[in-house]
């Protein structure tokens, strides 16, 4: 099947949070940041954490809760920075990626507006949708979410191309039909060109 559309994580597949001041709490933030399930470290609910993309309100306390357990001297100041554009850095590839004539969507599991960091970057007009889960009420790797998208940029799934970095939460939009390409989480200076080479096998 042709693929007629394409389908982007945001973090650790467009974009990854990385920032100098934040260096020292590498580990925390891949923490933070892992697409599903409790990551190793973190001492939090693990049915609460689950359900943070799909409620700010829960994001943030349960994030501050779990920064001021882990000793963060500035838990408030820590989350703002996990929020704040400033602080996600797009991959080399990323604008090039967004940039194909095939209509593309952003599929994320996120509680926040994420449209402010691709804003930052100029590259915001070239995303046709954003389906995110807390303004979805499901989150990846739900079929739904996927589904969504697909519906939105007018296209079956067996036509639609899903990159991500996790293979548990992108490689859902699998059992819709999608085809599925996985990337890796690695540093921004790290993965040049990893979005157009899964490109190039679809398109």
Known sequence: MTIRAVL???????FRLEHDSLTAHDELMRALTAPVGVAEGLDVDEAEWERRDLDPVAHRELHLAVLAGAGAADPVGFYENLLSPAFWQPYPD???ALGTELPTAVVSNIAWDIRPVFARHGV??????YVLSYQEGFAKPDPKLFRVACDRLGVHPSEALMIGDSPEADGGAAAIGCAVEIVEPCPTSARPDALLRALRKHT
């Not at 982007?8 to 467009?14: A, I, K, N, V």
């Open 8 to 14: 982007f994580d945001f973090s650790g597949t467009l």
């Open 94 to 96: 990323a604008a090039q």
């Open 124 to 129: 915001e007009h070239r995303v046709d949708e």
